[in-house]
Every structure is written in structure tokens, then in C-alpha cells.
């Protein structure tokens, strides 16, 4: 259930890029059980991470407080409309709700005009699109080799991990 205290805490952290150099203004807290379990702001530039986004760090803090990879359950508050990557992470967390303040249209107005010194932009359409796309019809090449190679890693830990295991616990596609 939405709580407009939860929104208002995704702003206050995004507002603190305003005096933290290498910050952008995109705050997000998750939340379990009315409570604030993980907060993350855009770190991107002041970290070299580009994937430092504030829903993903916020992510990265309620996972690693609550020794979890699992965030079923939880609801993501955030200062501006999730990009793609955001969503992505979002849904391999398992998060449950997203509520976020600011539209990408509004952000994009908001900060579209400034320099590439000022900021690490996204084309947040862009990486949308190409997300969605299988390998062979994204912009960026690809090219596969050594499959076989890798695959054998593959098989040999599954059989090491399974034999270990009671009930399988691992669902889904196999991915990277
Ligand atoms: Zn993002």
C-alpha cells in the first residue's frame, strides 16, 4: 500500500545530490512490511559504475541487509520513472510494487539540455528498445563462440550444486 512518506524519502535522497559531487538526483528506497530496509542514490559518476543508478543501489542495500536475493514482497519507491536497467534489476529482485514520483518525459525536460560533462545520460528510449530485442536484432554486434566451452562449466555445476542440493530450488531460463 502506497505511503506518501516512503515517496518522500526517495526525494529527500535525491535531493542530496545537490551537494554530493559525482551524484545524479535519482533516489529510491525499498521497502518490507512498512519499513525502510534499503536507500540508494545515482552514484554512477562518483563510484565508475555506470549501472550506480538509484533504484539499483537500493536494491544492492536491502539485499545485502537483509542477506537476501529475493526482495518478493517489497515495494520500490522512486524519485523518477524507472529506465530499463532499473526495471531489469527490479524483476530479478523480485520486487513487488513500483511507485515513482517523476515521469521520464518530466526528468527528460527536466535535465535533457545539460552536457555529457555534467551528467552520465541515457537514452532511456533507446535502452529500452534494444532490452527488449533478442541478440541478433539489437544495434550493439554480438557474436557467439566457444559455447560448448562454457556450457560444460555450466553442466559441471549444476551436477556439483544439485548433488548438494535436496530440492531443486533453481527455476527459469538460464541466464548470464
Ligand atoms: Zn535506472
Given at each position: 500500500?502506497?505511503?506518501?512518506?516512503?515517496?518522500?524519502?526517495?526525494?529527500?535522497?535525491?535531493?542530496?545530490?545537490?551537494?554530493?559531487?559525482?551524484?545524479?538526483?535519482?533516489?529510491?528506497?525499498?521497502?518490507?512490511?512498512?519499513?525502510?530496509?534499503?536507500?540508494?542514490?545515482?552514484?554512477?559518476?562518483?563510484?565508475?559504475?555506470?549501472?550506480?543508478?538509484?533504484?539499483?543501489?537500493?536494491?544492492?542495500?536491502?539485499?545485502?541487509?537483509?542477506?537476501?536475493?529475493?526482495?518478493?514482497?517489497?515495494?520500490?519507491?522512486?524519485?523518477?520513472?524507472p529506465c530499463a536497467l532499473c526495471v531489469a534489476a527490479m524483476e530479478?529482485?523480485?520486487?513487488?510494487?513500483l511507485?515513482?514520483?517523476?515521469?521520464?518525459?518530466?526528468?527528460?525536460?527536466?535535465?535533457?539540455?545539460?552536457?555529457?560533462?555534467?551528467?552520465?545520460?541515457?537514452?532511456?528510449?533507446?535502452?529500452r528498445?534494444?532490452c527488449?530485442?533478442?541478440?541478433?536484432?539489437?544495434?550493439?554486434?554480438?557474436?557467439?563462440?566457444?559455447?560448448?566451452?562454457?556450457?560444460?562449466?555450466?553442466?559441471?555445476?549444476?551436477?556439483?550444486?544439485?548433488?548438494?542440493?535436496?530440492?531443486?530450488?533453481?527455476?527459469?531460463?538460464?541466464?548470464?
Amino acid at each position: 500500500m502506497y505511503e506518501d512518506r516512503f515517496m518522500r524519502r526517495a526525494i529527500e535522497i535525491s535531493a542530496r545530490a545537490l551537494d554530493t559531487p559525482g551524484t545524479e538526483p535519482f533516489g529510491a528506497v525499498v521497502v518490507r512490511e512498512g519499513r525502510i530496509v534499503g536507500e540508494g542514490i545515482n552514484r554512477s559518476r562518483l563510484d565508475y559504475d555506470p549501472t550506480s543508478h538509484g533504484e539499483t543501489e537500493a536494491i544492492r542495500d536491502a539485499c545485502r541487509k537483509l542477506e537476501t536475493v529475493d526482495l518478493r514482497g517489497c515495494d520500490l519507491y522512486t524519485s523518477c520513472e524507472p529506465c530499463a536497467l532499473c526495471v531489469a534489476a527490479m524483476e530479478i529482485a523480485g520486487i513487488s510494487q513500483l511507485y515513482y514520483a517523476a515521469g521520464l518525459a518530466e526528468a527528460n525536460a527536466a535535465i535533457s539540455d545539460l552536457p555529457d560533462s555534467a551528467r552520465h545520460s541515457i537514452d532511456s528510449r533507446h535502452l529500452r528498445t534494444q532490452c527488449g530485442r533478442p541478440v541478433e536484432e539489437r544495434s550493439m554486434p554480438s557474436q557467439q563462440s566457444l559455447s560448448a566451452d562454457a556450457t560444460a562449466v555450466l553442466v559441471a555445476w549444476a551436477r556439483k550444486v544439485g548433488a548438494g542440493a535436496k530440492t531443486p530450488t533453481v527455476s527459469g531460463a538460464p541466464e548470464g
